[in-house]
C-alpha cells in the first residue's frame, strides 16, 4: 500500500524519466484531436484563460495555439506539472510560439494555483489514470472553473499494444467509457455535455469528453 505522496514521487519520477522521448506521433495526434474538440464553432475565441492540467510537454498548449495562430490570435494558458523533467521540456518547446502565452507551473492537479472561477477551459489529457485521488482533482477544477468554462478530459477506451509499464497502480478502467467520466465527473458537480471517440496512431482508441457545471 503506497500513500498519496510516494505515488506522487513515483509518477514525477517516471514522467522525468520519460520526458526526453515523451513526444511521439500518438501523443501529438491525440493533442490536436483534443484542440479541434475543445475549439468546435471557434470556441476557443471565447476561452480567454486556459489550464492544462498535467500539461506534460505541453502538447496541447502547442496544438490549441497552433489553431488560434490560423486566426491570428493568442492563447493564454496555465500549465501544470508534477515532473520537473516534462516542464523543461514544455519551457524549451514552447519558448519561441508567438501565439502561445503559456505559465507552466509545478503544481498537483488537485491543488492548482488559481483563483476560484478563473478558467474558461481545463484541460487534461491522459492523466486522470494516474492521479492518487481522482475525485479531488475534478473537484479542484471545478472550483477553478468559470460559470460558462468547460473540462475536456481524454482517457483511453482501448489500447492497441501493451502500453508503457508503470512503476505504481494506475486506473485506466475507471475512465474507459463516456457513462464512467459522467459518474466521476458528477460527484464534482460538472455533468457530460459531449464526447468524442478518436482512434489513434498504434490502434488505441481515446475518449475525449467535454464537462460543464451542473
Ligand atoms: C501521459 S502524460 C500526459 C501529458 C500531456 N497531458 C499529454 O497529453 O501529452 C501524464 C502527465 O501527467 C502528469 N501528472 C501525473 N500525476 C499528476 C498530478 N497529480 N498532478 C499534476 N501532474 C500529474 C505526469 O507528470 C505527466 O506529465
Known sequence: MTTTEEHRRAVSAEYD???PTYDNEMH???ADAVAAFCDVDGALERRDAVVDVATG???ALRALARRLAERGRVLQATGCDLSTGMLDVARRETAGIAALRAELVLAD???LPLPDGSADLVTCVTALHLFADSGAALREWARVLAPTGVVVTATFAAFGG????????????DFRTP???ADAAREAGLHLTRHQHVDLPGGSLALIAELART
Open 17 to 19: 524519466r520519460r520526458a
Open 28 to 30: 501529438v495526434a491525440l
Open 57 to 59: 510537454t505541453a502538447l
Open 109 to 111: 492537479a488537485a491543488d
Open 162 to 173: 501493451p502500453g508503457n509499464p508503470h512503476d505504481f497502480p494506475t486506473r485506466h478502467d
Open 179 to 181: 457513462e464512467l467520466v
